[in-house]
């Protein structure tokens, strides 16, 4: 995670970190009312009692404390620091916890959807990680740290705090004549350093940081209920995440999870549960998986990115193509299909594809443009793609009509050195099996150009009317996963 700039100068390095806005008065003016936090592309959370329905309208700012369109890199003290335009989006639809009392501001929480998603290629509008899945839930709290602004560095940062007694900040907001709704969805954190901290507003993230494989990451913990989270005076009162994931994850349109245990609040300190880095090892060490070390968890299934004339993009390096030809004079090949590349010498590809008839199959892996295949007219001349040729095609047996897929061995490794080939991960552990994508995402090709489009899942009977609808008449042997373009879930 790199700092950008703002464009009045400020340092901006919490790219999940919103601002909720309004304009009221006869000038129109934007003002900041709450912050948020982005979570996906679609989604943000914050403080429920900044949304009341008092008619007037709100957008997510994103990227910034202010409205910009900026986009130019400056050198400061010997590092390159770059602006990028912010994002100022309107909100499809508020989703409120439906325990929220704003007498008492118990369960203080709502979802917000977005109308279209955030443009979260460029690096100063990222999502924090959330506890999805319960293997990465655990109630302890370490290594965390709150949004904060501070004025002599300039910068929006984190500040460390440290958790506070729950029973003493009880007695303190209790003697001040405050009455709180705590039913351990609540706990109290303070700064450990008071040097030149600057509270934000309500909602202010409070993010821990992790070990997430070779990388640290930052999950979201809680948000900051009174704006007050940089005081010192009496502890600030934080909404604990982890009692609110199954709704957030349940309420999610586009991100649908099977449903988590239990959550312990986060004053009981339990041991965290086995990292999947572990699993994976133990599983290879067990009698008949030793095939599984052809395949690294460490670098596989991680997207790159590349420049394009509209910015930043994301590609999926793991998608190549199969090509053929009919007969061995013919002077160029013809895209078969797409494939999909699982480890530094195996892919995948429809089965239909390798049972034509064909003298010669070889796979085109990476960024590939026949006009510029060294892509010197767009960038600086370098190779970004690998011709490799088939050893070996291993089609299912006939006997196996549901396994419509073929594996392809490669006569030589994939080229990991290029950026833009890497494999995908494939779940091998239980514990990453879901009868419920979190996402999926579909891959097209368009003249050796990869388009991909995010797609929602639907059950069996929406399927089955959905094709319907379109004249098609399809009879499913079993159950099927079916899926349809996200954008086109509400049509």
């Known amino acids: 995670m790199r700092p950008t700039l703002l464009s009045d100068g400020n340092i901006w390095t919490l790219p999940w ?128 740290s709150v949004a904060s602004f501070a004025s002599q560095a300039s910068s929006y940062r984190s500040e460390a705090v440290s958790l506070v007694n729950t029973d003493y900040c009880k007695t303190q907001y209790a003697d001040l004549g405050f009455t709180i709704n705590w039913k351990n969805k609540r706990f109290c954190a303070e700064i450990t350093e008071d040097e030149s901290c600057s509270s934000l507003r309500s909602g202010t993230p409070l993010q821990e940081l992790r070990s997430f494989g070779d990388t640290s990451r930052y999950f979201l913990r809680g948000f900051e209920l009174f704006g007050r989270a940089c005081a010192t005076e009496i502890p600030p009162v934080y909404n604990n995440i982890d009692e609110y994931l199954d709704w957030i994850l349940y309420n999610m349109r586009y991100n649908i999870l099977e449903t988590a245990g239990p959550v312990e609040p986060a004053s009981i300190a339990s041991a965290p549960k086995q990292s999947l880095d572990e699993a994976w090892e133990a599983l290879q060490q067990q009698p008949g998986k030793e095939n599984l070390r052809l395949f690294n968890m460490a670098t596989c299934g991680l997207p790159t990115t590349r420049n394009q004339n509209l910015g930043r993009v994301t590609i999926l390096p793991w998608v190549g193509f199969f090509q053929g030809a009919e007969n061995v004079t013919d002077e160029a090949s013809l895209t078969r299909s797409l494939v999909v590349l699982i480890s530094e010498w195996y892919a995948i590809v429809p089965k239909r594809t390798v049972t034509n008839n064909m003298s010669w199959r070889l796979l085109i892996l990476g960024k590939y443009n026949p006009d510029d295949p060294t892509n010197c007219y767009t960038s600086t001349c370098e190779i970004t793609h690998q011709m490799v040729e088939i050893k070996n095609v291993i089609v299912p047996p006939i006997d196996h009509p549901r396994q419509v897929l073929a594996l392809i061995e490669l006569l030589e490794p994939a080229n990991f050195k290029l950026p833009y080939i890497r494999p995908i991960c494939l779940p091998f552990m239980q514990q990453l099996w879901r009868n419920k994508p979190t996402e999926v995402t579909i891959a097209s090709n368009r003249e050796f150009t990869i388009v991909s489009k995010k797609l929602t899942m639907i059950d069996y009977l929406n399927c089955q009317q959905r094709l319907l609808l379109a004249t098609h008449l399809v009879k499913f042997d079993g159950d099927f996963p079916c899926a349809i373009e996200a954008e086109k879930f509400r049509q």
Not at 24 to 47: E, F, H, K
Not at 60 to 76: K, P, V, Y
Request: proline letters at 5%; one cysteine or more.
């Open 17 to 144: 970190l919103g601002f909720v806005i309004f304009s009221q008065g006869s000038d129109n003016t934007p003002n900041r009312r709450c912050t948020v936090t982005l979570i996906s592309d679609w989604y943000a959370i914050g403080p429920a009692h900044c949304f009341d329905n008092d008619g007037i309208e709100r957008w997510i700012l994103l990227g910034g404390d202010s409205e910009s369109s900026s986009s130019q890199c400056f050198n400061r003290n010997g590092s390159s620091l770059c602006t990028y335009p912010t994002q100022t989006l309107q909100i499809e639809r508020i989703i409120t916890h439906p325990k929220y009392d704003s007498n008492s501001l118990g369960d203080n929480i709502v979802l917000i959807e977005l109308l279209n998603a955030a443009n979260t290629t460029l690096p100063n509008v990222r999502p924090i990680c959330i506890a999805a899945t319960p293997e990465l839930r655990t109630a302890q709290m370490i290594n965390l």
